[in-house]
């Protein structure tokens, strides 16, 4: 008896928490755009473009239709220090270069995964000093939330995740 209220509170809460969500930024969409071409171009991570405007664009990102505004960032979850994956790149490199450690890269792009194999040319990533992506959809894991194009290509072939410490017994 006590069970269904609560559910039926907790799932209300839970509607209410994610309609409350205020978009900050907006973008019309246009002929021949992507979700990376969008997002490179508006200084907002792949990832972002893909959690909010999830239940709208599909994670391919094959559905986007000239005319229809999407959702760039929500207010206070809104990275807009990114940059765009090139060839070659490692998640060590990009941390390095941005003066970002792994750990907070990793967290603004939970897309990406632990050996960083699965970063492609033309994905925008976040790379602010702090946490500023919003969280996964509810029942949602981030990799079924953004996935790649299907003409991809891997920023490093060879999986090489950067870190030089292959040598290092305790570090393997």
Known sequence: MF?????????LLAVQIVAAQTCSRTYTVQEG???DSISAANQASTYQVAVVNYGNVDPQCDNLSPGETICL?????DCQTTYVVQLG???????????????ILYLNNP???????????GEVLCTASSVEVPPAPGGSSSP???????TAVPA???????????DLPWCD
């Open 73 to 77: 960032g929500f207010a206070g979850e």
């Open 3 to 11: 069970f269904k209220p609560v559910v039926s509170f907790t799932v």
């Open 111 to 121: 897309q990406i995964n632990e050996d960083c194999s699965n970063i492609y040319v």
């Open 144 to 150: 079924t939330v953004v996935q790649p194009p299907p």
């Open 33 to 35: 755009d992507t979700c």
């Open 156 to 166: 490093n072939p060879s999986g090489d995740s950067g870190d030089d410490d292959d």
């Open 89 to 103: 790149d490692t998640c060590d490199g990009i941390s390095s270069a941005h003066g970002v450690n792994t750990t």
